[in-house]
């Protein structure tokens, strides 16, 4: 059994990513620049966006950061985004998800300009990813197939089963593992709320990805003997016994699941970081693709 740590992988994304910019800077170029709108005072969210401007500071890029109070407009949230679409320092935007409950995130998705849609959610984005074109592809799938590929997990032909079919997670996972390139070429099986047989189908994964938001919900009477299983779950699970009051759990019952499979991800230190060391490569890519 070994761990898929995605502290070291992504560590080392970032290394790479410092050294091209630095490369980037020395040839009188642009260096990448991330703007994060963040608006309200959602803890976890707070937590994200600051993990996410530090990582830009690791490695180079610059960020701007755009507090907005949680009664702001959606008007005046689109009109933000216009600026930024228009402003030609910046290349990647992103919106803090989730939204407050009077903006649509389906009308502020797609006010993201595509050429900086750095979170992959854009449809143009996403039809893009499904053809096989060159594409954002959202920071969470992306990160997991670069932690596949990092430890050189063979794809081909296995029976990759997804649980959660979000358009974040779930949905574009299972696109990415069946596309013809490695790490893909999968049979993929998407489960979610209304699966029947779940159990039988999880026994059937050579590779299982839990995203389904459900605190220790993989067990190891569902898991095969040498899966590969990614957890992408992150719950706070009140804890008395914690300073900040929560413990955070992920979708899979770590300590039992463990024994059985080949290959597993922590919580935190999987997904979790190559999130974030995806949403750098994107950010990257915005900028380069403007030379
Ligand atoms: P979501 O709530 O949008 O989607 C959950 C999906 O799980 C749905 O498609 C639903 O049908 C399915 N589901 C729910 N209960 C189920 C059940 N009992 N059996 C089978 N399927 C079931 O969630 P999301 O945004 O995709 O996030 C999933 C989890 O991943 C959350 O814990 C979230 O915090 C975490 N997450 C982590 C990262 C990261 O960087 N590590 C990024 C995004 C999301």
């Known amino acids: 059994m070994k761990l898929l740590d995605g502290r070291v992988v992504s560590q080392a994304v970032k ?11 020395i040839q009188g170029k642009k260096v990448p620049h991330l703007a994060a709108i963040l608006i309200g005072n959602n803890g976890a969210s707070e937590t994200y966006v600051a993990s996410k401007v530090k990582s830009c500071a ?4 610059k960020s701007t950061l755009i507090r907005l109070d949680g ?16 402003d030609f320092d910046i290349d990647g935007i992103l919106v803090q998800l989730p939204l407050p409950k009077h903006i649509s995130e389906e009308k502020v998705i797609e006010a993201i300009c595509a050429s900086k849609d750095v979170d992959g959610f854009h449809p143009e984005s996403v039809g893009r990813m499904v053809q096989g074109l060159p594409a954002f592809y959202p920071a969470t799938p992306y990160g997991i197939l670069l932690l ?8 081909k032909g296995k029976h990759a089963v997804v649980i959660g079919r979000s358009n974040i997670v779930g949905r574009p996972i299972s696109i990415m593992l069946s596309k013809n390139e490695y790490p893909g070429n999968c049979t993929v099986t998407v489960c979610h709320s ?13 590779i299982i990805i839990a995203a389904l ?4 919900f993989l067990k190891a009477d569902m898991v095969k003997e040498g899966a590969v299983i990614v957890d992408v779950g992150i719950t706070r699970v009140p804890d008395a016994t914690k300073k900040s009051g929560f413990t955070i759990k992920g979708d899979v019952d770590f300590d039992a699941v463990f024994p059985k499979c080949s290959y597993i991800t922590p919580v935190p230190g999987g997904v979790g970081p190559m999130t974030i060391a995806a949403l750098m490569m994107n950010t990257f890519k915005a900028c380069k693709a403007k030379d």
């Open 58 to 61: 690791e490695v180079g890029f």
């Open 71 to 86: 009664s702001v407009t959606e008007q005046d949230l689109l009109f933000k985004l216009g600026e930024l679409n228009e």
């Open 15 to 25: 290394d790479r990513l410092k050294t091209q910019t630095e490369e980037r800077l």
């Open 148 to 155: 596949l590929e990092h430890y050189g997990i063979e794809t």
């Open 194 to 206: 209304h699966t029947t047989g779940l159990k039988e189908i999880c026994l059937q994964g050579d």
């Open 213 to 216: 938001g459900r605190p220790e």
